[in-house]
């Protein structure tokens, strides 16, 4: 054999090939290194490569690390990890998973501390090739007080002692708590301080906070020494507006700010890492800030899942600002189309969503639109098809209309044609109710039915709403029906269940302990049935009963 040498091995019994000629070359993808066994792949068969490797990064000591990594390969690639400096046996250390849906291999470092800091390897191989790339992990140690006041030294000018020695001072007398179980994290302090009160409730139920009369003792006293820090530095604050999509490719959050010294540095972190920003927002930095007068505007450009995280403002190393970018994992299942409508007639435009979505971005040539005189923006019960209306259509409303929906988009002309009859010219038309029903096509392929997207496992508190949903596809299409422990609710008035496009939905408008159990969905069709489950659980009194409370007394 040309580039191969088959071995018998008498005392393992076993056969291996020792490879005389490896070819080396380079992925197009940056840092990435192939090697391929043999001269010649048979047709149909590739090498493994990255199509997204890991990247660095840079955390606190505690916290939870993911590398995450996509690969390919025919056949299948398998992908393993290894580090320079150490083993990774311990299975509670290092956790290797792989996920189906989004083909994405992760490694998982939970509580990372000093000793796992290392530069590691990724592998990708099958039997023709393997493919590798190196990332670093970074661990910030709390025990050795490394603070942001510490990081603002190290971007420091060289050859700066005052400044050094101001920043550390700012830093030093700080005791670092050790945080026990349950604790909330600082970061998640900063967004209530941030947050407005109606949105506390959201905020409680992502992180898991359940204690919500200390919460609030505790958040009030700490808006008041807040205050008083900021007061140093700050003559006024106002007009906290958080992160939001503003335009198909940049997220934007701003604020009103007037500092006592304009001399004064500002910096910004994402998940507590000092990152590089621009006064230039049109440049090609990734992350911009644009001051108007008192308002401070920052921008966040050609966003990615990675984007996703908390985004923190600080004036001379105290926080001002603290917003949490969540980027859902919502598709199109429908996009909009191009809209013909006649001058001083209604158009709409409509789209639906892989899953519910309670507000989307509406754009005309990049501006955010807002409900008006001019637009009416809705959405249907189940949060999942989503309408926009342009009331009275002129000349000037013609253009690109585009829906964002986390970081996806989509996006579509209005032409708006003028009115060639003298009697109407002019004149608002009765709006024309039409039902635009996409042309079907006649496909042979016929499948049973599978689900592509499983139901989650929820946890609600008592009173508050809840969704559940779940994705399926099959042909011809397949009945749905809901179960809870076992007994079908697709008559039961205390749901409000949907299927729209193969996305099935059902809405519990206020949770209850009756509704605890297993939930069930299955699809049938004269060509097979599938069926998936999720658990409910539902916790006690809500946050907004303990605001009540409070209130009264």
């Not at 190196?134 to 603002?152: A, D, M």
């Not at 945080?179 to 409680?204: F, N, P, R, T």
């Amino acid at each position: 054999v040309n580039q191969s040498l088959y071995v018998l091995d008498p005392h393992l019994k076993i056969s291996y090939i020792l490879y005389r000629d490896c070819i080396k070359r380079r992925s197009k993808v940056p840092g990435v290194m192939i090697t391929q066994y043999i001269e010649e792949l048979p047709e149909g068969m590739t090498t493994p490569d990255f199509t997204r490797k890991p990247i660095a990064l840079t955390i606190q000591e505690g916290k939870l690390a993911i590398f995450k990594a996509k690969v390919t390969g025919n056949p299948a690639a398998t992908v393993t990890w290894k580090r320079a400096k150490g083993e990774m046996n311990d299975p509670q250390k290092f956790q290797n998973k792989y996920d189906p849906t989004t083909n994405e291999h992760t490694l998982e470092i939970p509580k990372v501390s000093s000793d796992e800091a290392d530069t590691y390897k990724c592998y990708a191989s099958n039997e023709y090739g393997k493919a590798v790339c190196t990332v670093v992990l970074n661990v910030i140690e709390v025990g050795f007080k490394r603070s942001k006041e510490l990081q603002k030294a190290d971007a420091a000018p060289a050859g700066d002692p005052t400044e050094l020695r101001k920043m550390l001072r700012r830093g030093a007398g700080k005791k670092v708590e050790e945080k026990k179980e349950g604790d909330i994290d600082d970061s998640v302090w900063e967004l209530l301080l941030s947050a407005e009160k109606k949105d506390y409730e959201h905020i409680c139920i992502e992180y898991g906070i359940t204690d919500f009369r200390g919460m609030l003792k505790k958040l009030a006293k700490m808006k008041k020494e807040k205050e008083e820090e900021q007061a140093q530095f700050i003559q006024h604050l106002s007009n906290l507006k958080p992160i939001e999509v503003k335009s198909e490719d940049a997220a934007t959050f701003e604020l009103e700010m007037e500092l006592k010294d304009p001399n004064s540095r500002i910096f910004l972190y994402k998940d507590g890492i000092m990152i590089p920003f621009s006064k230039d927002i049109e440049g090609e930095i990734k992350h911009g800030l644009k001051q108007v007068g008192k308002k401070y505007i920052f921008t966040v450009k050609s966003l990615n899942p990675e984007d996703a995280g908390i985004y923190q403002v600080d004036v001379e190393g105290v926080n001002i600002f603290s917003t949490d970018f969540k980027i859902p994992p919502v598709e199109f299942a429908l996009k909009i189309k191009e809209v013909t409508a006649q001058e001083r007639e209604d158009a709409i435009f409509e789209c639906v969503l892989t899953q519910p979505v309670s507000k989307i971005t509406w754009t005309l040539k990049n501006t955010p639109l807002s409900n008006n005189e001019k637009y009416e923006i809705t959405c249907s019960e189940d949060k999942l098809v989503h309408r926009l209306r342009i009331i009275d259509c002129m000349p000037l409303d013609a253009g690109i209309y585009a829906a964002i929906a986390g970081i996806k988009s989509s996006s579509a002309w209005l032409i708006v044609e003028a009115d060639k009859d003298p009697a109407t010219k002019g004149k608002k038309k009765a709006q024309k109710f039409t039902l635009n029903i996409p042309e079907s096509k006649t496909c042979n392929l016929e499948s049973p039915p599978r689900f592509m997207v499983p139901l989650k496992i929820h946890t609600s508190p008592q009173g508050y709403e809840c969704y559940m949903t779940c994705a399926v596809r099959g042909n011809p299409t397949p009945h749905v029906t809901w179960y809870r422990n076992n007994v079908s609710l697709n008559t039961n008035t205390n749901y409000y269940i949907t299927n729209t496009c193969g996305v099935c939905s059902m809405l519990i408008l206020r949770v209850g302990a009756k509704d605890m159990g297993e939930y069930k969905v299955i699809a049938e069709s004269p060509l097979g049935r599938a069926e998936c489950t999720t658990n409910l659980t539902v916790r006690g009194k809500g946050l907004h009963e303990e605001l009540a409370s409070l209130d009264e007394s």
